[in-house]
């Protein structure tokens, strides 16, 4: 079985990577465009690590490219683990965002359709198609709002930004192809992912970010009121799911998922910078800033959909997953 994983030197693609690598699957291909914040420095390990895996710089927005590559390798499973990941940054350039977000996965379908190649295609979407979730009766504590609404697949779509458009379109687009071609597709709705090989930035992956800033003792910049709340998900709970989803293709085929931490794994930032004030024995500094363009006040998924058809579940917990990665930075910050 050829399984090609798009993006697999970013920091998801890298622990996927990873994952199926510990798990004795052969032939992994790598492609990416290396334009991503840590992809140079994972290809660099990969290189180092891994030197049976094969890799090849391409940006696959570029239908000609990939579709040559696609036709000759003919891949069984294609993992589209890359994209662009901020929506600030959809809002500063969104021809990049759509470039990358939607048409590439457009590009990966077209190939598979044209080619009649017997491919499946798991795509990374994210919770940000289902917008301002209406009737959350949020209550508002010290540290975070709370709600007793969980989000499932049946919510109403909902774009607000031009992330949530390349994203949501995309994944409309991997449920039509099904229906339409019968092409084995997953879409995957994340909600925040963090852990190992995130290194994170203002924009995106605010985990990493505050652990980052605070070990550096700088400022952080919370937008809104720091109350928001994220069902958060540990990357190697995503790693174990996609290799699931890949054994159960013809059961999930067509199928898109709410994925996050669940109910039981919710943090606010504020709860975020408690514990890191807990774990590093010092008070953190930070500035409370006009909230963000789409920003979510409260998202959590219900993980009912993916449980009852592959039985996965999270099983690192918030607290757990937070000390594993917050070790993984001291050692590799200190070495960056
Ligand atoms: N990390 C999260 O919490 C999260 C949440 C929701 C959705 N997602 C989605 O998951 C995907 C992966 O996220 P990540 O955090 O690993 O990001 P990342 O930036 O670390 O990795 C993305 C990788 O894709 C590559 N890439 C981007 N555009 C490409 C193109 N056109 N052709 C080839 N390679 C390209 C980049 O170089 C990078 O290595 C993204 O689509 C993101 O929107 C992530």
């Known amino acids: ?25 052969k032939n992994l291909f790598v492609i990416d465009n290396l334009s991503g914040q840590s992809s140079k420095k994972n290809l660099i390990q990969i290189k180092k690590k891994y030197k049976k895996i094969r890799f090849k710089k391409l940006d696959i927005s570029n239908f000609n490219q990939i579709n040559m590559f696609v036709r000759k390798y003919k891949p069984n499973f294609i993992l589209a683990l890359h994209g662009q990941v901020a929506v600030t940054k959809s809002i500063q350039n969104p021809r990049q965002d759509f470039n990358n977000n939607f048409l590439s996965v457009f590009n990966l379908l077209e190939t598979i359709r044209i080619n009649n190649l017997k491919c499946s295609l798991i795509n990374l979407s994210s919770n940000k198609v289902y917008g301002k979730i209406n009737n959350l009766k949020l209550k508002e504590t010290k540290l975070k709002y709370q709600s007793k609404i969980l989000v499932n697949e049946n919510s109403n779509i909902n774009f607000e930004s031009p992330y949530a458009c390349s994203k949501g379109a995309a994944d409309q687009y991997l449920i039509d192809y099904f229906k339409l071609f019968g092409i084995k597709t997953v879409s995957l709705r994340l909600s925040c992912v963090y852990g190992e090989n995130q290194w994170g930035t203002e924009d995106q992956g605010w985990i990493a970010w505050f652990i980052k800033r605070s070990l550096n003792n700088k400022k952080i910049r919370i937008f809104g009121s720091g109350k928001q709340v994220r069902d958060v998900l540990n990357v190697k709970d995503l790693s174990k799911l996609i290799l699931t989803l890949m054994k159960k293709i013809n059961l999930v085929k067509g199928n898109a998922f709410n994925i996050g931490g669940g109910k039981s794994n919710t943090l606010s930032l504020l709860e975020l910078i408690k514990k890191i004030e807990k774990k590093i024995d010092k008070k953190i500094k930070y500035t409370l800033n006009k909230e963000r363009f789409g920003d979510q006040k409260y998202f959590v998924n219900d993980l009912s959909k993916i449980k009852k058809f592959t039985g996965w579940k999270p099983k690192i917990s918030v607290n757990k997953g937070l000390s594993m990665y917050f070790d993984w930075i001291i050692k590799n910050q200190l070495k960056k």
């Not at 998801?12 to 990873?18: A, D, H, K, Q």
């Open 1 to 25: 079985m050829k399984i090609l994983l798009i993006g697999g030197c970013g920091f998801i693609g890298f622990n996927v990577l990873e994952h199926l690598i510990s798990k004795k699957i």
